[in-house]
């Protein structure tokens, strides 16, 4: 119940981007999983060809997120939505129709390009429609997220009853609604003039050290949120000799999500910093790879009580998987604007995304690497030694670059210094009375009162004219409004300059 009411209390932009979000995975999750199969087995392809057709998939879209990031914030979110969502609904329909090589090659390509396109895009509109509740926003896109990614299996499982046509143009169709539904619904928003060049935007961003450094930090995260997908499944699959096991990983952590995240964020949200939260959070997932550790190479149990207290360990692993990645991520998103300038929010998702897409590739190669070794050798530990030095490598990232203080601060979070106006407003603000410089006078000589009361009133200067001096100090409800500006500190980020911060969390 708490989150249908958070949901309400967002816009009818942000609340769609929610429903589209479970749209997105529910339709990319009953389609991509049972791919490789539909390729080697229904159309009998050899595996090297296999990896081709998954491999172009996946490189059209972790490579190419920065192009959706720039196309995000140079011509606006809500028409890269569309567009990304209008792309993946040909990409699924050439899966259904079909069957040879260039036009499945085809339809990788436009499906990765899509999910290139509305990633970054649809996170750069959220974060800007949110203002000042990222955190929870982005705690209930995680929610719609994973109900999705749970959903997504099981209608593909029922679906390729009948056949994996069925189950692709099922995906094109629910893309096909949301596309409509975002060009009917979504606001449109002005987007001003950029001007930079797009290879300047990326400079800026790539040159900024404290974010990449804080993006390369998160690389442990998306390293072991995938073994959801990998590593998990196949050692429930082992653990409890059923192959359905797998499904109850994502139903644990589906149930958990939907009635912990809101409450997790809401309360960490208001104690103590977002980074500090973050490390907690990774150091929590890293945890997770503990319980199945403790068990991992016992032989297939016997019975069906043996099989399910032989599942516990997993389940539980997963679950703080889980846990650890609802804490973290949401404040993790929220943080990402705050590095640079609000006109390159889709650009910084983009580039944190490229990261984050090489981190999945590289990761799942080494567990990979380390579950054929441990098999080989006897070493069944060594895949979850792997994750878990990953989670506590990324933990103690972020904690050293919360120590250094080259973390931005969200406005309005805890720790948050108190915000000044934006640049332009700042020269108009009154100077205040201590600064106010009065003429000499001849000693003796009266102020003269009479000669100010009877002069005629300054004459109202534009708003437009910092230059001009403010005749006067500010009454107190304007020096409490000029306090609160949200976009104050980000302002003084910028006015401080890189030499500020030797991490370049000034910029």
């Keep these: 119940m708490k989150t249908w009411r958070a ?19 529910t339709g990319f999750y009953l389609l991509i999983p049972y791919l490789a199969t539909h390729l080697s087995e229904d159309l009998g392809m050899s595996a090297a060809v296999v990896g081709i057709v998954l491999g172009v998939r996946n490189l059209s879209q972790q490579g190419l997120f920065i192009i959706g990031g720039s196309a995000a914030d140079r011509l606006g979110a809500r028409g890269v939505i569309i567009a990304g969502c209008g792309l993946r609904t ?24 899509a999910g290139a396109l509305f990633n970054p895009a649809v996170r750069a509109y959220l974060a800007q429609e949110a203002g000042e509740r990222k955190a929870e926003a982005f705690a209930l896109f995680n929610v719609f997220a994973t109900t999705g990614a749970l959903v997504g299996p099981l209608l593909g499982s029922a679906l390729l009853l009948v056949d994996f046509r069925a189950s692709a143009l099922t995906a094109a169709a629910i893309f096909a609604l949301l596309t409509a539904a975002q060009a009917v619904v979504l606001p449109a928003r002005p987007v001003p003039p950029a001007r930079t060049s797009v290879l300047g935007d990326w400079r800026e961003v790539v040159s900024h050290r404290a974010f990449l450094a804080f993006s390369l930090a998160m690389v442990g995260m998306f390293a072991m949120e995938n073994q959801l997908y990998l590593l998990l499944p196949d050692s429930a699959r082992r653990a409890s000799g059923w192959e359905g096991a797998a499904g109850l990983v994502f ?49 297939a149990p016997e019975g069906a009580l043996a099989a399910g207290l032989a599942l516990l360990p997993v389940l539980a692993g997963a679950l703080l998987l889980y846990l650890g990645a ?3 991520q949401p404040f993790v998103m929220e943080l990402i604007p705050q590095f640079g300038r609000a006109h390159l929010t889709g650009t910084y998702f983009g580039v944190f995304y490229v990261v984050s897409g090489i981190a999945a590739a590289l990761g799942n190669t080494a567990v990979g690497w380390a579950m ?30 919360h120590r250094l203080r080259a973390l931005p601060t969200p406005a309005g979070g805890p720790g948050a210094p108190a915000a000044e106006p934006p640049d332009a407003t700042r020269a108009e603000r ?38 001009t ?34 991490t370049g969390a000034a910029r």
């Design 7 to 25: 949901m309400r209390g967002f816009p009818l932009a942000i609340r769609l981007l929610l429903v589209n979000q479970l749209g997105v995975n």
């Design 90 to 113: 040909l990409g699924f329909a050439l899966f259904a129709l079909g069957d040879g090589l260039p036009v499945l090659l085809a339809a990788s390509v436009l499906s990765g390009l």
């Design 251 to 299: 139903l644990v952590g589906t149930v958990a999500n939907l009635a912990l995240q809101m409450r997790i964020t809401g309360r960490l949200g208001q104690r103590g910093a977002r980074p500090r939260w973050i490390a907690c959070g990774l150091a929590v997932m890293s945890l997770g790879f503990v319980p199945p550790l403790v068990v991992a190479g016992r032989g």
């Design 326 to 328: 609802m804490v973290a």
């Design 372 to 401: 054929d070794a441990g098999e080989r050798g006897g070493a069944h530990w060594l895949p979850w030694v792997c994750c878990l030095g990953f989670g506590l490598a990324s933990a103690s990232g972020v904690a050293w670059l």
């Design 430 to 467: 009154p100077a205040a009375p201590h600064a106010t410089a009065s003429p000499k006078r001849p000693a003796g000589q009266a102020a003269p009162h009479a000669d100010r009361a009877n002069a005629p009133a300054p004459a109202r200067r534009p708003a437009t004219d910092p230059a």
């Design 469 to 502: 001096p403010a005749p006067a100090a500010p009454t107190p409800a304007r020096r409490s409004a000029t306090r609160a500006h949200p976009a104050g500190a980000a302002a003084r980020r910028r006015a401080a300059g890189p030499s500020d911060d030797p």
